[in-house]
């Protein structure tokens, strides 16, 4: 039997962090929405029990430190399968770009094989079982739109944004994670209204959406590349409605209503990224 699932990659039009819990994660508010930028991940059963991934990107490892060899794994291990699953990801969203890419992977497999296998359980015990995974795999798992809290696993669906062109763009740098969050401090940090989006979303305003954008862990991020707000600045003046950094970054994305302004935000940045991309919302899970 054989697969196709969509991966796609989010952003994050607010995210904050709160404080480092005694587990040594931290305690997050996230509001989260998908793009039309997505892996595709191809999967079919092996007999042989094995777990194999496969991909002509060189950024993508074959072994357990890719996640979606992981949630083969996982789901193996946790409903005792003895058959294996090849795992072709055709990679389209940046590698360590602050959207989701290797978590939307997860999750995608998780789907995958919860077909593929016959296991037959729910989307909110894959987004359980994901949240083992990685913080943004429970919220990939479902797609759309969601505030996630906790460490990421507790998701609470929103409404879509309202349409709207999403022009993304990567500088020639990676952004571990695990360093941001060592550099924020929760008490010098600019933390976003969280409710104020939640309710713009619920209003299907998007001049309210735009201007309550905002990403706590953008100061940190900012210090250490400078970049990341030198294409914030270069999207402002090219006319986006707004501008912000996507997770820990280095991704900057920008909000546009107008057609000829996301071109025109692409064609100013083409000299300054390699990885430029104009794309749609996705929004809700049905089209996820």
Same mark, same amino acid.
């Given at each position: 039997m054989e697969i196709l699932e969509k991966a796609p990659a989010k952003i994050n039009l607010s995210l904050d962090v709160l404080y480092k819990r005694e587990d040594g994660f931290?305690? @997050?508010?996230?509001?989260?929405?998908? @793009? $039309? &930028?997505? $892996?595709?991940?191809e999967l079919s059963t092996l007999s042989?029990?094995?777990i194999r991934v496969e991909s002509e990107s060189r950024f993508v490892p074959n072994d357990e430190r890719n996640l979606a060899y992981r949630a083969a794994k996982l789901m193996k291990d946790h409903y005792q399968i003895k058959e294996g699953v090849r795992i072709f990801i055709e990679k389209n969203i940046p590698v360590a770009a602050g959207l989701a890419g290797g978590s939307s992977d997860a999750a995608a497999v &998780?789907? =995958?094989v919860n077909e593929i296998w016959g296991i037959g359980a729910s989307l909110d015990e894959l987004a359980e079982l994901g949240a083992k995974?990685?913080?943004d795999v429970s919220f990939c798992v479902? =797609?759309?739109?969601? &505030?996630?809290r906790g460490r990421g696993e507790q998701i609470l669906e929103l409404p879509s944004p309202p349409p709207c062109w999403v022009v993304l763009a990567k500088p020639t740098i990676g952004v571990s994670t695990q360093t941001i969050y060592q550099g924020f401090n929760p008490k010098t940090?600019?933390?976003? $209204?969280?409710v104020g989006m939640i309710n713009a979303l619920r209003r299907e305003d998007f001049d309210a959406i735009c201007g309550h954008v905002g990403n706590a862990l953008e100061g940190v991020t900012m210090k &250490?590349?400078?970049?990341?707000?030198q294409i914030k600045e270069q999207m402002r003046q090219a006319g986006a409605d707004a501008v912000l950094m996507s997770g820990s970054g280095p991704t900057v994305f920008a909000l546009v209503g107008q057609d000829a302004r996301a071109q025109r935000i692409y064609n100013s940045l083409k000299g300054f990224c390699t990885e430029v991309y104009v794309v749609r919302m996705l929004g809700n899970r049905e089209m996820t």
């Open positions: 931290h305690e @997050v508010e996230m509001v989260m929405t998908t @793009v $039309d &930028l997505a $892996d595709r991940i042989s029990g094995i &998780l789907r =995958g995974i990685g913080s479902y =797609g759309g739109t969601a &505030l996630a940090a600019s933390h976003p $209204d969280t &250490l590349h400078p970049e990341v707000n």
